[in-house]
């Protein structure tokens, strides 16, 4: 096998270097014989291969005797190299054909020489006789019939007349000898290519279909080589015209179909899905090369380029194309949409797998289109809205960024959820789910709001905000109309005395937290609104026009299509108008929440909670000190109760404050002024009695100070943020309003439609189901 594998490789390079030099006028002769003596030697090439491969293979089925895997091996890479030779000839036929036709009539040319030298001999000589008068009409019958086209009978006639002809002596030893060889090479190059054809049939390899499962390991072992598949498939198609003769079956289709079953098992069974297996297993070793895996070091365990596979080009059999790549794309294709669809949260891996293949292999893999989960997904919005006491109990918001961030996790690590998570939550569950979210929130609040309307009308906590309401009063005008720092501390301490909970809490942290989960969920609603508008810009970002929408369903009624085709039509127009609805409204769930909860809260029934604007400033007071401590616990190594942000509660504030119409009492508090002032008025001091001491070089004493200096810095720099915060939180209600002025231009805004209707008040929209 060895060496035919390098006699047949010499001879391919030597044919494809002759073929391809152009043919020179004063060397014709030469490169004809050339070409002849190629094409001979791959036909003797041929000639023996294919009688080691059947000698061989027969004797081991005649003695019973069982094949090695190398035998087989190498037997497999003869019947390669007998294609091989074939399939040179195929390539080539054009030149073949062309170059045929100048050989015969060479070869024709050289045989008439001798022929001719022969009958001048036999003409030269005197003595008359029979015998002689027959040899040279057996010559000239040969002259003759060599003029002309070489088929089979010419050829037949030339060799009757050259066996009278060859008589008495006509031609020399070494003139004979020549003379058969040309026409040996005249018989075989007339018939080359049905020669060829014969020699390289392999239909005898039906009866060894044994062998084929070996090489197919073989090829899957050795990937480089991987090309030669097309020999052996083209070695195993030469077994369909013999089956096409078959008689003992009624008709010879159930025969090729068994014989095309059996081969693609094979071949899916012992290459396929071996590939598709081992590709898979590559691309999942790759993207989770953070676990622990098993050692993968090329150096030591060795390494398969199966990229090989995927160069080749379909190998043609029966009426089907095997395309490796296709078949291998398409289980990845499949294999990773299934795995994706029981489990969506792992998109992101299957998408790192699916750019992996792309990159490693060449493969062009489909997106599964999936409504894709987040591989950080955290809590979804269904398990969000089904338990959203827990959720704002046990996440903090931040109001910048929109993310909630968990409070406190067994984990090393905290769960976030975002705008990208809610719109991808959106995109697996529809758009509906957000009107339901928000009706949730709207079952959450009222509850929420029952015991904030409790704690308001407790006779402890009502009879002292009068008091500080009625103390505000009487000293506004000496104070500079703002609410003293003192008073507000005298509240948050003076709470204390009333009861504190096992775990060190006042009332007035219960109900500062109790606003910051009214304020979460407050939150949870914004996010929910970007992360729909985020949702439906990336859905409705193919629309090419918000404003000009073309009705598909008419253009295709008049187009007279189908009734499926104005189905689908309607059904386009359908979700076009939803998703241009949401994406222009984007429902104002906060004004919505407003509306629902502010007639309640401002009754006169309620009078109790107009008191709330006094308690915000000890809340204030409050929330500071527990947002430095939670804040100072994050550098400490025991982290329970550490947190940075806690922006629910600026929501919260400005929700209910909104509710209440109390934006002007609080502000007529000028309370965050007034603690501005304070602590200036206190750095300032600290900072004068350092400058004095630092003269009395007492150490202790200005370590103290600069303590001292650093957490009024603290209070002030919280202070500040809350007072952004709540800013910030104020413009989502509308704070420049009050509600009378609210009522004013909704009046006005109903007005201008009446008259823009003409009376006609049919157009108007009914109120949101929330609202209701």
């Given at each position: 096998?060895?060496?035919y594998?390098?006699?047949?490789s010499?001879?391919m390079t030597?044919?494809?270097?002759?073929?391809?030099?152009?043919?020179?006028?004063?060397?014709?002769?030469e490169?004809?014989?050339n070409r002849?003596?190629?094409?001979?030697q791959g036909?003797?090439y041929?000639?023996?291969?294919?009688?080691i491969?059947?000698?061989?293979?027969?004797l081991?089925m005649?003695?019973?005797k069982?094949?090695?895997?190398?035998?087989v091996?190498?037997l497999?890479?003869l019947v390669?190299?007998?294609?091989?030779?074939?399939h040179?000839?195929?390539r080539?036929?054009?030149i073949?054909?062309?170059?045929?036709?100048?050989i015969?009539?060479?070869?024709?040319?050289q045989?008439?020489?001798?022929?001719?030298v022969?009958?001048?001999r036999v003409i030269?000589?005197k003595?008359y006789?029979?015998?002689?008068l027959?040899?040279?009409?057996?010559?000239?019958?040969a002259?003759?019939?060599?003029?002309?086209?070489s088929t089979?009978?010419r050829?037949?006639?030339?060799?009757?007349?050259?066996s009278v002809?060859?008589?008495m002596?006509?031609?020399?030893?070494?003139?004979?000898?020549?003379?058969?060889?040309?026409?040996?090479?005249?018989?075989?190059?007339?018939?080359?290519?049905?020669?060829?054809?014969?020699q390289?049939?392999?239909c005898f390899?039906?009866?060894?279909r044994?062998v084929?499962p070996?090489y197919l390991?073989?090829?899957?072992?050795?990937?480089?080589?991987?090309?030669?598949l097309?020999?052996?498939?083209s070695?195993?198609r030469?077994?369909?015209?013999?089956?096409?003769?078959?008689?003992?079956?009624?008709s010879y289709?159930?025969?090729?179909?068994?014989?095309?079953k059996?081969?693609?098992?094979?071949?899916?069974?012992?290459l396929?899905?071996?590939?598709?297996?081992?590709?898979?297993?590559d691309?999942?070793l790759?993207v989770?090369?953070?676990?622990?895996?098993?050692?993968?070091n090329?150096f030591r365990?060795?390494?398969?380029d199966?990229?090989?596979?995927?160069?080749l080009?379909?190998?043609r059999?029966?009426?089907?194309f095997?395309?490796?790549?296709?078949?291998?794309t398409h289980y990845?294709?499949?294999t990773?949409?299934?795995?994706?669809t029981?489990?969506?949260?792992?998109?992101?891996?299957?998408s790192e797998m699916?750019?992996?293949?792309?990159?490693?292999?060449?493969?062009?893999m489909?997106e599964?289109h999936?409504?894709?989960?987040?591989?950080?997904?955290?809590?979804?919005?269904?398990?969000?809205m089904r338990?959203?006491?827990?959720?704002v109990s046990?996440y903090?918001?931040?109001?910048?960024?929109?993310?909630?961030?968990?409070?406190t996790?067994?984990n090393?690590?905290?769960?976030?959820i975002?705008?990208?998570?809610?719109?991808?939550?959106?995109?697996?569950?529809?758009?509906?789910i957000?009107?339901?979210?928000?009706n949730?929130?709207y079952q959450?609040?009222r509850k929420k709001?029952?015991?904030?309307?409790?704690f308001?009308y407790?006779?402890?906590?009502k009879?002292?905000?009068?008091?500080d309401?009625?103390?505000?009063?009487?000293?506004?005008?000496?104070?500079?109309h703002?609410?003293?720092?003192?008073?507000?501390?005298?509240?948050?301490?003076?709470?204390r005395k009333?009861?504190?909970?096992?775990?060190g809490q006042?009332?007035?942290?219960?109900f500062?937290q109790?606003i910051?989960?009214?304020?979460n969920?407050?939150?949870?609603?914004r996010?929910?609104?970007?992360?729909?508008?985020h949702?439906?810009?990336?859905?409705?970002?193919?629309?090419?026009?918000?404003?000009?929408?073309?009705?598909?369903?008419e253009?295709?009624?008049?187009?007279g299509l189908?009734?499926e085709?104005?189905?689908?039509a309607?059904?386009?127009d359908?979700v076009?108008?939803?998703?241009?609805?949401?994406?222009?409204?984007?429902?104002e769930?906060?004004?919505m929440?407003?509306?629902?909860?502010?007639?309640?809260?401002?009754?006169?029934?309620?009078?109790?909670?107009?008191?709330?604007?006094i308690?915000v400033?000890p809340?204030?007071?409050n929330?500071?000190?527990?947002?430095?401590?939670?804040k100072?616990?994050l550098n400490?190594k025991n982290?329970s109760?550490a947190?940075f942000?806690?922006d629910?509660?600026?929501?919260?504030?400005?929700?209910?404050?909104?509710?209440?119409d109390?934006?002007?009492?609080?502000?007529?508090?000028?309370?965050?002024?007034?603690?501005?002032?304070?602590?200036?008025?206190?750095i300032?001091?600290v900072?004068?009695?350092?400058?004095?001491?630092?003269?009395?070089q007492?150490e202790?004493l200005?370590q103290?100070?600069?303590?001292?200096?650093?957490?009024?810095?603290?209070?002030?720099?919280?202070f500040?943020?809350?007072y952004f915060?709540l800013?910030?939180?104020r413009?989502?209600f509308?704070?420049?309003k009050?509600a009378?002025?609210?009522?004013?231009?909704?009046k006005?805004k109903e007005?201008e439609?009446?008259?823009a209707?003409?009376?006609?008040l049919?157009?108007?929209?009914?109120?949101?189901?929330?609202v209701k």
């Open positions: 096998m060895q060496s594998y390098v006699f047949v010499s001879w030597k044919m494809e270097s002759i073929l391809s030099k152009e043919q020179r006028v004063d060397k014709f002769a490169d004809l014989s002849c003596n190629v094409f001979i036909f003797l041929a000639y023996s291969l294919s009688t491969i059947k000698t061989t293979m027969n081991y005649s003695v019973q069982p094949m090695t895997k190398t035998s091996k190498a497999c890479r390669e190299l007998l294609k091989a030779i074939e040179m000839f195929y080539r036929s054009m073949v054909a062309d170059s045929v036709t100048h015969t009539q060479h070869l024709q040319y045989a008439l020489h001798s022929i001719s022969a009958k001048k030269s000589d003595k006789s029979e015998q002689r027959d040899v040279l009409s057996a010559l000239v019958l002259e003759n019939t060599l003029n002309g086209p089979k009978q050829r037949l006639i030339v060799s009757l007349a050259l002809g060859t008589q002596k006509t031609f020399k030893d070494e003139e004979l000898i020549p003379l058969q060889l040309v026409l040996k090479k005249l018989d075989l190059i007339s018939e080359l290519t049905e020669r060829i054809r014969a390289c049939d392999c390899l039906y009866w060894h044994a084929f070996i390991d073989d090829v899957y072992e050795n990937a480089v080589d991987s090309a030669r097309h020999y052996m498939f070695a195993l030469d077994c369909v015209p013999a089956m096409m003769n078959a008689r003992h079956l009624e289709e159930a025969l090729l179909e068994c014989y095309d059996e081969i693609m098992e094979v071949l899916n069974e012992h396929l899905d071996k590939l598709c297996k081992e590709i898979e297993k691309l999942r790759s989770h090369t953070h676990l622990k895996l098993d050692d993968r090329p365990v060795g390494m398969k199966l990229a090989h596979f995927f160069f080009n379909p190998i059999f029966f009426n089907r095997i395309d490796i790549k296709a078949y291998v990845l294709d499949k990773f949409y299934n795995l994706t029981v489990a969506l949260h792992d998109w992101a891996t299957y699916r750019n992996l293949a792309t990159q490693r292999y060449g493969l062009s489909t599964a999936l409504p894709s989960q987040t591989l950080e997904q955290g809590l979804d919005v269904l398990e969000i338990n959203i006491h827990v959720f046990r903090l918001y931040n109001l910048n960024n929109q993310i909630f961030i968990e409070r996790s067994n090393k690590h905290l769960n976030t975002n705008i990208r998570h809610i719109a991808n939550s959106i995109r697996t569950h529809g758009t509906g957000m009107n339901t979210t928000v949730f929130t959450f609040l709001f029952y015991i904030f309307s409790q308001m407790d006779e402890h906590i009879s002292r905000l009068i008091k309401i009625r103390f505000f009063r009487e000293v506004k005008d000496q104070n500079d703002k609410y003293p720092f003192e008073r507000a501390d005298k509240f948050n301490r003076g709470i009333l009861g504190i909970t096992p775990d006042s009332y007035l942290d219960q500062r109790l910051s989960q009214i304020g969920a407050m939150g949870y609603v996010m929910i609104r970007s992360g729909g508008l949702c439906c810009s990336s859905a409705i970002r193919f629309v090419p026009d918000l404003e000009d929408i073309v009705n598909f369903e253009l295709v009624k008049e187009e189908s009734e085709t104005q189905t689908a309607r059904q386009l359908s076009l108008s939803d998703l241009t609805r949401n994406f222009a409204e984007g429902t769930y906060f004004k929440l407003v509306d629902v909860f502010a007639p309640e809260f401002r009754s006169p029934k309620n009078m109790h909670l107009r008191n709330f604007y308690i400033p809340l204030t007071l929330f500071v000190e527990h947002s430095i401590s939670c100072e616990k400490k982290k109760g947190a942000t806690d629910g509660f600026a929501m919260g504030v400005a929700y209910i404050l909104k509710l209440l109390q934006y002007q009492e609080f502000d007529s508090l000028h309370w965050f002024q007034s603690v501005r002032e304070k602590y200036i008025k206190e300032r001091a900072a004068k009695q350092q400058n004095v001491q630092s003269t009395n007492d202790k200005l103290t100070m600069n303590l001292t200096h650093k957490r009024l810095e603290v209070c002030l720099q919280e500040e943020l809350l915060s800013s910030s939180a413009i989502f509308r704070a420049d009050t009378a002025e609210e009522n004013q231009e909704k006005e007005e439609s009446v008259k209707s003409n009376g006609d049919s157009n108007s929209t009914p109120a949101d189901p929330v």
